[in-house]
């Protein structure tokens, strides 16, 4: 009897330790292609709920950077703002768009009572950016704010979170860091490309009321 007490207290534990384990796998292989994301999945301790949710959700785009300047021999970091790259309205953890939806609770925040994936912050900012996806294939994105002007020199980026995801299983070829300045109308590259499409615009105009002049005049000439 003691033995078969002994056999049957080593079944509970085995199957009590295969228990724990599956639980641990389930909750570690989320999203084991991504690390970067599975640790935000992890950190709420429940795959029970998953808020936000959908396809745009899923795809945001986490990448994380350091910026160095050399001076003097050494690497100097320079300060990058991630607070103010959301739309006014929607900026900020109590904005007119998401103060209602998304509230910050105990240093988490919570959607309808629930602890969400998202964490407050820059990470909170960048998926509000993200969250209004371009009509275009491309999606060129604000990831932050240098203050003042960048002056000549060496500089150095740091890939603190890189999402492998993104290239190895979605196809896609490449991400860039692009460096722009700021305009009224947007950044310069934005500037140039209206341009270009306001004097196509304004040649198609031009020849269309061209075209009008020499008809108007050679039905005037046959009549």
């Not at 295969?18 to 641990?24: E, G, M």
């Not at 292989?29 to 709420?44: G, K, M, R, W, Y």
């Not at 990831?143 to 890939?159: D, M």
């Not at 196809?171 to 310069?188: C, N, T, V």
Request: some cysteine; proline content about 4%; hydrophobic content about 40%.
């Amino acid at each position: 009897q003691t033995a078969q007490t002994a056999q049957t207290a080593q079944t509970a534990q085995t199957a009590q330790t295969a228990q724990t384990i599956q639980a641990v796998d389930t909750v570690h292989t989320v999203c084991s292609q991504d690390a970067p994301f599975e640790a935000l999945i992890n950190a709420v301790g429940s795959t029970d709920t998953f808020k936000p949710c959908g396809l745009l959700a899923l795809s945001v785009f986490i990448d994380d950077y350091r910026f160095y300047r050399h001076d003097n021999g050494n690497w100097t970091p320079i300060s990058v703002s991630q607070d103010d790259i959301a739309l006014p309205h929607e900026a900020g953890i109590d904005s007119k768009v998401y103060g209602s939806k998304i509230v910050l609770d105990n240093g988490a925040l919570k959607i309808n009572g629930q602890r969400s994936w998202l964490t407050p912050g820059p990470m909170f900012e960048h998926f509000k950016v993200w969250y209004r996806p371009p009509a275009s294939p491309r999606v060129r994105n604000l990831w932050g704010r240098i203050k003042g002007p960048l002056a000549a020199g060496k500089y150095e980026v740091q890939f603190t979170s890189n999402s492998a995801i993104f290239t190895q299983q979605w196809g896609l070829k490449e991400k860039r860091i692009i460096l722009a300045e700021e305009h009224m109308l947007g950044s310069k590259g934005a500037c140039q490309v209206l341009g270009v499409v306001a004097v196509v615009l304004g040649g198609m105009e031009l020849l269309m009321a061209v075209g009008f002049f020499v008809v108007d005049r050679t039905a005037k000439s046959v009549v």
